[in-house]
């Protein structure tokens, strides 16, 4: 009987990203797919991948704990006796800041299912992406003004702390589809939010998507929620929102940590976040259409994302997302990633539009 055909962008995640070699001790996280979030053919495409590159796999199965805070002592034993850990459970997600003790190179996933991981979001080539977030990142950590806008009224000026250097999750991503995020305390303006406030991954509370009237607009000054307009009813629901929140779990409900962008055109959603919010906010991120900042609280990556929906970026007068497209193109060092990586323009050139919004 002729063998199915390796998923290209499992072999992708464990060979390019995870760098997984024979023999290595590899343990895959999993959670229940029952659950709704990941689909069941994900972790079956994982381990077929690693088992053909002749990995020692070790699968264990992972409960979803909604307000984790640590890695379970179970999970932790056997953490510290692998080379290499795949989540393909929130817990990675969660705690996607923190640091954990052992040896293990840790990979969080961020494809939903075997069809996302084959598609181009999955299949694209990690190392062209890992290049082109780092020439993203030199740019926005260097320079001088940074605009975000968009058509529904995001105005925001600031720029990014001098001496800051670019950090992100202790896990790697993949696929990798988000720059670093970028400091928020010397930004101001206003953001025009979509018709929903929505949790950052970190926590699940009851109101983790939380519908907000249209026409509201976040106010911030120098990195702090200085207040709500617009319309009335919005202005009253993001405040009970975060009065909420942020009473609940002890947070100052006016700290803005950062924000960034996606810069995968391969990610695309094909749901809606109003039907599953909790799958919305761990994937939809990093189409180049959202942009997405962390808030209340101030510890990345706060309990609220503000979204703003197809965004213009401008650094220094150069525009490189316009209305929600991201053109790397008019980035000198990014522009070379293209050159290196014949795979990148034809992606570029025909992203997807798909977001769940």
């Not at 001496?163 to 953001?191: E, K, Q």
């Not at 070379?336 to 990148?344: G, K, N, Q, S």
Request: aromatic share 10%; hydrophobic share 40%; proline share 8%.
């Amino acid at each position: 009987m002729t063998q199915a055909a390796i998923n290209p962008g499992a072999l992708n995640l464990v060979a390019n990203c995870a760098r997984v070699t024979p023999d290595e001790h590899v343990l895959v996280a999993i959670e229940s797919p029952d659950l709704g979030y990941y689909g069941a053919d994900l972790a079956p495409s994982i381990i077929d991948a690693l088992t053909r590159l002749g990995a020692r796999v070790e699968c264990m199965n992972v409960a979803f704990d909604p307000e984790a805070r640590e890695v379970p002592s179970a999970l932790m034993e056997r953490m510290l006796e692998a080379d290499v850990l795949i989540s393909l459970a929130r817990i990675g997600d969660q705690l996607r800041f923190d640091n954990a003790p052992g040896r293990a190179r840790m990979v969080q996933c961020y494809a939903l299912n075997a069809a996302m991981l084959r598609s181009s979001f999955g299949v694209a080539p990690y190392g062209a992406f890992t290049a082109l977030k780092t020439a993203v990142d030199t740019a926005l950590f260097n320079a001088g003004q940074i605009v975000i806008s968009c058509a529904d009224g995001t105005h925001l000026t600031g720029h990014a702390p001098a001496m800051a250097i670019p950090s992100d999750t202790t896990c790697a991503r993949f696929p990798l589809s988000v720059f670093s995020p970028v400091p928020a305390r010397h930004f101001t303006g206003r953001l025009a939010l979509p018709e929903f406030l929505i949790g950052t991954g970190s926590r699940y509370y009851e109101s983790f998507y939380e519908p907000l009237n249209a026409g509201t607009f976040a106010e911030m000054q120098d990195g702090r929620l200085a207040g709500f307009s617009g319309d009335a009813g919005g202005i009253q629901q993001a405040n009970a929102h975060y009065d909420h929140v942020s009473a609940r779990y002890g947070l100052d409900r006016y700290a803005v940590h950062s924000w960034h962008a996606g810069i995968h055109p391969g990610c695309a959603y094909d749901d809606s976040v109003e039907n599953t919010p909790e799958r919305w906010s761990g994937s939809a991120f990093g189409n180049p259409r959202i942009l997405h900042f962390h808030t209340c609280g101030t510890q990345p990556p706060g309990e609220i994302c503000w979204n703003v929906i197809d965004p213009t970026i401008e650094l220094d007068g150069v525009r490189l997302w316009d209305n929600g497209v991201f053109y790397p193109d008019r980035l000198p060092q990014a522009a070379r990633v293209l050159a290196d990586f014949p795979e990148l323009p034809p992606l570029f050139a025909a992203p997807e539009r798909q977001i769940g919004v």
